[in-house]
């Protein structure tokens, strides 16, 4: 007697998208900095593509550009991994892929809009009861003076509308008002754009990556950033130097470690349950990643900024990467985990 063969398991198709910065494009950005951070995307997309390969996933690579958007209309898959976190296209194709009927990675389009604008993450972290540093907010035509300082130096200050680190190093803390004055004109030459005057927290610089696992949402333990050499940054900060300047000292010398050294138990478990909050307060999916500073003396810790679209690399010191392993997983079971939450 015959016996019925298995139907055989769908082999999904997913589709990678990426910004690939041509020539062209790079023409269009503002400096070498944003050109620096949206063109190191590469590495993370040939990482994915080899995991999802070797877990029989049929894998489309798509990369786009600012006037080449055509390989959209070649998605044929059942999933799309958006890998598209560049300045210039971030938004548009978070827009477009909101409209299509193919489940993706990543928050709508609203959460994207709001991670990048530092004003209203603190806005909306604040709605939510969640800790941040005081603050005060420049804008473009308002004279300076000694009242839109937020608190007592040190103070630091940040463009308002831009992500990984730029315009954040050293050079953005004040100590005294003649310095606030110099980084306030320099920053607003070089970026043209609100800024933001934060209470600079002294002690320990981290992040705390948020993912969905099933239908529950989950904190992993938190990053600290350290130092492995003598070059370190003054002020124990991961600026632009830090994360983007690979000819740099402070580059080649920092990485993060999990769970962070020298922090109270309690005060992880609590960190972590306010990320999970902080998740919800910024409607991000996925997963995403939380900056937040640690005051060591008071034992007190503050969010900066919400990360939609964090960037997944498989280097040891990366944040994300060293969580992920403190949890007890590996990068693929994060990624995979990812992808099921879609397509199961």
């Known amino acids: 007697m015959r016996t019925k063969a298995k139907k055989r398991a769908k082999r999904y198709t997913i589709a990678i998208l990426y910004h690939l910065l041509t020539k062209a494009d790079q023409k269009t950005y503002p400096d070498v900095e944003h050109v620096l951070v949206d063109e190191d995307t590469g590495s993370t997309v040939q990482f994915i593509q080899k995991l999802l390969t070797k877990h029989k996933f049929k894998v489309q690579v798509l990369p786009l550009s600012i006037n080449a958007l055509d390989n959209l209309k070649k998605i044929k898959a059942d999933y799309i991994f958006n890998l598209v976190d560049s300045r210039a296209l971030e938004v548009r194709i978070a827009k477009i892929l909101d409209r299509l009927s193919i489940p993706h990675s990543g928050p709508p389009v609203w959460s994207i809009l709001a991670s990048n604008n530092k004003l209203h993450t603190k806005k909306l972290l604040q709605k939510s009861f969640l800790p941040i540093p005081k603050f005060t907010v420049i804008h473009r035509s308002d004279r300076l003076r000694k009242s839109l300082l937020p608190s007592k130096y040190p103070v630091i200050v940040k463009p308002a509308y831009e992500h990984c680190s730029i315009g954040i190093t050293s050079a953005s803390v004040a100590q005294r008002y003649e310095q606030f004055k110099r980084i306030v004109t320099n920053l607003r030459k070089k970026y043209h754009q609100t800024l933001i005057v934060e209470e600079f927290i002294p002690g320990e610089e981290l992040q705390v990556t948020v993912y969905e696992n099933g239908g529950k949402t ?19 900060i991961y600026g632009f130097d830090e994360k983007w300047d690979k000819t740099s000292l402070l580059w080649k010398n920092s990485q993060f470690i999990a769970p962070p ?21 910024m409607q991000f999916r996925d997963y995403a990643r939380f900056d937040l500073r640690y005051n060591t003396k008071e034992r007190r810790w503050y969010f900066l900024e ?27 079971d994060f990624v995979l985990q990812i992808v099921k939450n879609s397509l199961h």
């Open 218 to 236: 989950v904190a992993l333990p938190p990053a600290q950033i350290t130092w492995k050499g003598d070059e370190r940054n003054k002020w124990n």
């Open 261 to 281: 050294k020298r922090i109270p138990a309690d005060d992880l478990v609590e960190m972590k349950k306010q990320s999970i909050r902080a998740f919800y307060a």
């Open 306 to 332: 919400g990360n939609a679209n964090a960037g997944i690399s498989p280097g040891a010191g990366d944040a994300m990467t060293a969580s992920v392993r403190a949890a007890g997983m590996t990068l693929d």
